[in-house]
């Protein structure tokens, strides 16, 4: 059984910083999403299994980087310069492939997420 455990989010103001990490059991293919109340989930940054790969919304692009350390089994994601919209429960998810997943029905597992609060 996969398991993902995400850490690192809270309250942040806008223009400010925060580094999530997600644990992994194993090494996969990893992306995370967020949802927002009342919204969908979608996609945010996506990295391959090598790590050589990586994928971001237009909306985080130059903003977020999605990272990974293949010995801890660990993916992690800088975000700086947020913004309110930003807040939202980021999830990550691993995909036992190795290329690059953008789709979130692509992914076979997921972690239980963590809240992001980005105030004005």
């Known amino acids: 059984q996969v398991q993902l455990v995400e850490s690192g989010g809270g309250l942040v103001q806008a223009g400010g910083s925060l580094r999530l990490s997600c644990a992994a059991s194993?090494?996969?293919?990893m992306g995370w999403f967020r949802q927002a109340p009342g919204k969908e989930r979608e996609f945010v940054a996506a990295?391959?299994?090598?790590?050589?790969?990586?994928s971001y919304a237009n909306s985080v692009k130059g903003r977020f980087t999605i990272s990974r350390d293949n010995a801890k089994n660990t993916v992690y994601l800088q975000m700086n310069s947020l913004k309110p919209e930003d807040t939202a429960v980021y999830y990550c998810?691993?995909?036992?492939?190795?290329?690059?997943?953008?789709?979130?029905?692509?992914?076979?597992?997921w972690g239980q997420g963590t809240q992001v609060t980005v105030s004005s």
């Open positions: 998810a691993a995909n036992v492939g190795y290329g690059l997943k953008t789709t979130l029905s692509l992914y076979d597992y």
């Open positions: 194993g090494r996969y293919a």
């Open positions: 990295i391959s299994w090598s790590g050589g790969s990586t």
